[in-house]
């Protein structure tokens, strides 16, 4: 399946500028070049965030896994996103460095080191580049230079007049520019749905990331940085841009209408455009303004590990509303054990056993992932492989094959590494082992009343005994 030419099943993917299945095909022969829209580091990501680069990794593995040459960027954004979509607001991280006293830069880096250490932990492949904005500033003046013609100054900076470019907003399906969520801030512009590509910094203040252009100081507009950094690496027009669902609403239209502008064309630049719905959670600790909210970090603390976290992004259709709860991690993370304890004993049995010639077939698999990604069938179908008649080595094979699309890192899982302990635990784990082994004492004196107390001992301080488990305990999450 990883030959040099393309093969097996024709890739179909969503596209949501014609709200159709599409077979993809590649504009470079034999290559695939992704774009995927990255976070804003002026905060943590929360775990929605990383449901759009597990998605994207997962689109990325799939098409170097049918043997495209894949170059993914995925940029970061460190100036001119607003706290509100719709042009209005303050910049995110000029005002996350205002709250904290700290040094806009710092605060920029130090949200991209959490950012990657979430990409790490979840087993997000490294793309080939991660472009940041600020790094992009002297081509983005270039580029805005470019357009002029589609822009016009206001005293607040220069923006972007979106009746000058054919079908603005099809990919939001917008049919007015006064649709949805189309609010419109500032004064005298053209129409509702203009956005600024320049933002000035207003007189008398100064900002901590300010640069000279033709508009005056100011800042770049964020739609501008994404339209020139996936032009500059990837080149226009390329195969696939990726982002959360929100995106197809105002900032991918945005960045349609400028790439239409710098083209010359009508055509959006890329010639896909896919989009992640949300993680949701009820109880509003996604939000980022809640005090305790749900980072990667906070389910590593609770004793989850992050790949079961991959795990219940990877049974949901990336197109489908995936609803956020413990049960649910809990779910995850009990069917990531048995996953890894099913490969342990797969793996005992093929070292005892003369090695296997058949392979096994992975037309299912091949099926599944190319229809549009369906990872919930992948799943289903390489567990189904563990069951199987035939060699255990084949199997192995095969499930690590399927693995090299889900990206769980099942080669090297261990059941050991899923036991994590939980931030609250009180009790150590030679403290637990220690009582493990009283228990076995007494349980080889059939003293099986000295073992039940034991093991209610145990269970009252957060561990469970579990006799059936290679590990023979757990910590019992809530
Ligand atoms: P941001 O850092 O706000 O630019 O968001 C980073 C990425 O996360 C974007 O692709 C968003 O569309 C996506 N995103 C935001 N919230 C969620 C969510 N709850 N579930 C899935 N993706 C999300
Ligand atoms: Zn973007």
């Known amino acids: 399946m990883s030959a040099d030419v393309p093969t097996g099943a024709p890739l179909k993917l969503f596209n949501s500028l014609t709200r159709q299945l599409e077979e993809f095909r590649p504009i470079h022969p034999g290559e695939a070049r992704v774009y995927t829209c990255g976070p804003t580091v002026y905060n943590y990501p929360h775990i929605g965030n990383m449901r759009a680069y597990v998605f994207a990794d997962v689109l ?39 709250q904290n006293a700290q040094s806009i830069w710092d605060i920029a880096r130090h949200y991209t080191e959490a950012y990657w250490a979430d990409i790490k932990a979840l087993n997000i492949r490294q793309p080939a580049h991660w472009p940041i904005a600020t790094d992009y500033v002297p081509k983005m003046i270039a580029f805005a230079q470019s357009i002029s013609a589609h822009c016009y100054e206001l005293p607040g900076g220069l923006y972007f007049d979106t009746s000058t470019v054919s079908h603005y907003g099809a990919l939001a399906r917008a049919v007015s520019d006064d649709g949805e969520g189309r609010i419109d801030p500032v004064e005298g512009k053209r129409h509702r749905a203009d956005f600024a590509i320049w933002r000035k910094t207003p007189p008398g203040e100064t900002r901590q990331m300010e640069w000279d252009s033709p508009w005056g100081r100011g800042a770049p507009g964020w ?92 049974q949901a259709h990336y197109r489908s509303e995936l609803e956020f709860s413990w049960e649910g991690m809990q779910a995850a993370l009990v069917r990531l054990k048995r996953i890894v304890m099913g490969l342990e004993r797969l793996r005992a049995k093929a070292e005892s056993e003369p090695a296997g010639t058949a392979e096994l077939s992975l037309h299912q698999i091949d099926e599944a992932i190319s229809n549009d990604l369906n990872t ?46 939980p931030k609250s635990a009180m009790i150590t784990e030679p403290e637990i082992e220690a009582i493990l082994a009283r ?9 099986f009343a000295t073992s039940d107390r034991l093991r209610d001992e145990l269970a009252a301080q957060g561990v469970e005994v579990m006799d059936g488990d290679p590990l023979g305990w757990d910590w019992k999450l809530a």
């Open 439 to 447: 228990r076995k004492e007494a349980r080889a004196a059939k003293d």
């Open 223 to 314: 739609h501008l940085e994404c339209s020139v950094m996936s032009g500059e690496l990837l080149g226009f027009p390329f195969d696939i841009h990726t982002g959360g669902i929100d995106h197809r609403e105002i900032h991918h239209p945005n960045e349609i209408a400028q790439n239409q502008a710098f083209c010359h064309s009508d055509a959006s630049g890329a010639n896909i455009w896919m989009h992640n719905n949300f993680l949701v959670e009820r109880s509003g600790k996604m939000s980022k303004s809640a005090g305790e909210f749900l980072r990667l970090q906070l389910l590593i603390d609770r004793g989850y590990h992050p790949l079961a976290y991959r795990l219940m992004c990877l």
């Open 376 to 421: 919930p069938r992948v799943l289903e179908n390489a567990l189904l492989i563990s069951e199987l008649k035939g060699h255990a080595s084949d199997r192995l094979v095969a499930i690590f094959e399927c693995d090299k699309v889900l990206g769980l890192g099942l080669q090297a899982l261990t059941r050991s590494a899923l036991r994590i302990r």
């Open 60 to 98: 990325g593995r799939t098409l170097s896994w049918k043997g495209y040459k894949l170059t993914h960027v995925i940029n970061i954004t460190d100036v001119g996103h607003l706290t509100d979509d719709a042009d209005a607001g303050e910049d995110k991280l000029e005002k996350a460095a205002a």
